[in-house]
């Protein structure tokens, strides 16, 4: 047993509390017990592998094709999410809260672009680790000229999908990969 269950046990006596009443009506006798003084304990996530890759069929380097794309080549950039296990979290996942992450691309040089991506799920009864992945998109679609980008991600959890709607819970930020975006036609 830990020290804060025995702390617990030690204050709380078996005998029957006695609940004064109105004057001249009996005394009632009461007591209740919970599981834990957090019974629905502390709501936490954590971000984990940061990730971008390129979609494309004809890498530039196969041993690191993944962050190296042409110009005209889909990529995608995504995240792993994961939450504790207590029931207040098992509670907001089967509510359907919004995971949303901004995925930031800062180019580095004059010519390098800024931009940002999103991605969004509704959590599931359940279900605990979530991927959270941006829609495939081009460079030339988002007018990123080639050069080197830096890209980090922030997280933003809530409010809940449902009339029971809470408010934002929790934020969070994970950082760095590296994308090297060169001129088509340079394979």
Same mark, same amino acid.
């Given at each position: /047993?830990?020290?804060? /269950?025995?702390? /617990? +046990?030690?204050? =709380?006596?078996?005998?029957?509390?006695?609940?004064?009443?109105?004057?001249?009506?009996?005394?009632?006798?009461?007591?209740?017990?919970?599981?834990?003084?957090?019974?629905?304990?502390?709501?936490?996530?954590?971000?984990?592998?940061?990730? +971008?890759?390129?979609?494309?069929? @004809?890498?530039?380097?196969?041993? @690191?094709?993944? !962050?190296i794309v042409a110009e005209n080549e889909y990529f995608v950039a995504s995240v792993e +999410?994961?939450? @504790?296990?207590?029931?207040?979290?098992?509670?907001?996942?089967?509510?359907?809260?919004?995971?949303? +992450?901004?995925?930031?691309?800062?180019?580095?040089?004059?010519?390098?672009?800024?931009?940002?991506?999103?991605?969004?799920?509704?959590?599931?009864?359940?279900?605990?680790? !979530?991927?959270?992945? =941006?829609?495939?998109?081009?460079?030339?679609?988002?007018? /990123?000229?080639?050069?080197?980008?830096?890209?980090?991600?922030?997280?933003?959890?809530?409010?809940?999908?449902?009339?029971?709607?809470?408010?934002?819970?929790?934020?969070?930020?994970?950082?760095?990969?590296?994308?090297?975006? !060169?001129?088509?036609?340079?394979?």
């Amino acid at each position: /047993m830990s020290n804060a /269950m025995q702390a /617990m +046990v030690a204050r =709380t006596s078996r005998s029957p509390q006695r609940v004064i009443g109105t004057p001249g009506q009996h005394d009632e006798v009461a007591l209740t017990e919970t599981r834990s003084q957090t019974i629905v304990g502390p709501v936490t996530f954590r971000l984990y592998d940061l990730d +971008v890759k390129g979609l494309g069929n @004809n890498p530039a380097d196969p041993a @690191n094709s993944q !962050y190296i794309v042409a110009e005209n080549e889909y990529f995608v950039a995504s995240v792993e +999410v994961e939450f @504790n296990r207590t029931p207040l979290t098992e509670l907001l996942m089967c509510l359907g809260t919004r995971i949303k +992450v901004d995925f930031g691309l800062e180019g580095f040089g004059i010519r390098a672009a800024e931009l940002n991506l999103d991605a969004t799920k509704l959590t599931q009864a359940n279900v605990y680790t !979530y991927h959270l992945e =941006t829609t495939p998109t081009r460079p030339a679609d988002q007018n /990123m000229p080639s050069g080197l980008y830096e890209i980090g991600a922030v997280a933003t959890v809530g409010p809940v999908e449902n009339p029971c709607t809470t408010k934002i819970w929790g934020h969070g930020y994970i950082e760095e990969v590296l994308l090297q975006v !060169y001129p088509a036609g340079q394979e």
